[in-house]
């Protein structure tokens, strides 16, 4: 099957480059030129363990290629997935489509011959609308279905999640676009994965349900562990005590600074912004995405705390940067507002994480960069563990007490058992965890 990708970022390069390693004629398309560049000549322009490898054996095999040039790739497609950015919109937090209804006008010109069009970007209800209102309107006599299939992959583990997802969920209302998909998707539904097909908007609401869900879940660990801290429980333990009931599940149970990331802010807010807009507010979004902005400044002030009160041109060392481990996005990672409250409170900030530091030089330019922790530890006064990169779970606190001016560790992602950390003359604090934990 010859299909077209469009925008070739996270989603798109993933998917792009699973679709061939299916068997499938993969064109993936970007508008910025670089990046193509850089693709065709073997690198990878973002951080994802397994791609460059991925990526290299499917344009070997002649089943991947890139390209710039979207009118030819959507030509020679029989479908054409539109995976460009849907990011917060300045001003009202809605999504903004411009990037989809942008693409949506190149595709409409470029079309020949029956063509499903695809959105795989996370879009609000109503845009598989809007999107056949664009084509239809751009190209008359164009013969297209446009369907929903919203993607579910996570960053640092993208490949295993598209390659084994949980479901496959497609919307439409052509079924035309059914044997089509059903196509696309054969190799993977052959070992098991459901493929559920929906009406075109209620799939689009499937992903928003989905990470608000997930969001809130998070955020329900997280102000557990605050009352843990001040009833003298452990929020790992209560994790667990609820996890093992089949309806709670163990999954999105971990304390830690507050979820971030290019996904669960953005979707939460048009969510939040969809259903006002549909006068259906939907609270508990609103009050899990209202918490958890609250909380990453809170962590700053967990770090202040655990400095005596004051962090004023003291040096405090931060381990891990981007969202989560494995990957190098840095869009709404927790550590951007953790950072800029510390250099409010007066800190000297030093920060070190094992890919994001590229991307975080340009949002935070005014720290200073380390090659590794103990680097960065170095005279230190406090040392913050911020994103659980396995680079930092084993780390010598013999050392690190012997280089670091004071030795604080906080632990924001509760990778280290109390005792390990303390029996080295630290002070440690965690998230949501008894003094004896
Ligand atoms: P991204 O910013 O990494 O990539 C988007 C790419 O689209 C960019 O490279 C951009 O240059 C390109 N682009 C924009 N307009 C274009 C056009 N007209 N023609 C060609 N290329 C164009 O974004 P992403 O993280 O891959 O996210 C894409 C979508 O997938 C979003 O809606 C997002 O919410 C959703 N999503 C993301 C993830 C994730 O983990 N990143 C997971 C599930 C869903």
Not at 58 to 65: I, K, S, T, V
Not at 141 to 146: E, K, L, N, S, Y
């Amino acid at each position: 099957m010859k299909i077209a990708m469009i925008g070739s970022g996270y989603v798109g390069l993933v998917s792009g480059a699973c679709l061939a390693d299916f068997g499938h004629d993969v064109i993936c398309v970007d508008k910025d030129p670089e990046k193509i560049v850089a693709l065709r000549a073997g690198r990878i322009p973002i951080y994802e363990p397994g791609l460059d490898e991925l990526v290299a054996n499917n344009m070997r095999a002649g089943r991947l290629a890139f390209s710039t040039d979207l009118a030819a790739a959507v030509a020679e497609a029989s479908v054409v997935f539109i995976a460009v950015g849907t990011p917060a919109r300045r001003g009202d937090g809605h999504a903004d489509l411009s990037y989809v209804y942008g693409a949506s006008r190149e595709i409409a010109r470029a079309m020949r011959g029956f063509t499903v069009v695809v959105t795989k970007s996370t879009v609000p209800v109503g845009t598989g609308d809007e999107v056949e209102r664009i084509l239809r309107a751009e190209n008359p006599t164009a013969d297209f279905a446009v369907a929903s299939n919203p993607e579910f992959l996570r960053e640092g583990a993208a490949i295993a999640d598209f390659k084994r997802p949980d479901r496959i969920v497609v919307g439409l209302d052509d079924e035309r676009a059914r044997p089509v998909l059903s196509e696309v998707y054969r190799p993977l539904y052959l070992n098991a994965a459901p493929l559920l097909f929906t009406d075109r908007r209620t799939s689009e609401l499937i992903k928003y349900a989905a990470n608000g869900f997930l969001a809130m879940k998070i955020t329900f660990i997280n102000e557990m562990a605050d009352l843990c801290e001040k009833v003298g429980a452990d929020v790992q333990q209560v994790a667990r005590g609820i996890g093992l009931d089949n309806r709670i599940g163990s999954k999105f149970l971990h304390a830690g600074p507050g979820f971030g990331g290019s996904c669960f802010p953005k979707d939460t807010l048009a969510l939040i912004k969809t259903a006002q807009d549909h006068e259906a507010p939907l609270r508990l979004i609103e009050t899990t995405h209202a918490v958890n902005d609250q909380r990453k400044r809170a962590m700053a002030r967990k770090v202040i705390a655990a400095c005596g009160g004051s962090v004023r041109d003291k040096t405090v060392a931060l381990l891990g940067l981007t969202f989560k481990p494995n990957t190098d996005d840095m869009r709404e990672a927790p550590s951007l507002a953790i950072v800029q409250a510390l250099q409010d409170a007066g800190a000297i900030v030093r920060a070190y994480d094992p890919q994001g530091m590229a991307a975080a030089r340009e949002m935070m330019p005014s720290i200073e960069y380390g090659s590794g922790p103990y680097d960065v530890a170095r005279d230190a006064d406090a040392l913050v563990i911020i994103t659980e990169w396995d680079a930092f779970r084993a780390l010598d606190f013999q050392e690190l007490a012997r280089i670091m001016r004071a030795p604080i560790l906080v632990d924001l992602r509760n990778i280290y058992r109390r005792a390990d950390v303390v029996g080295h003359g630290f002070t440690y604090v965690s998230i949501g965890r008894s003094s004896v934990s």
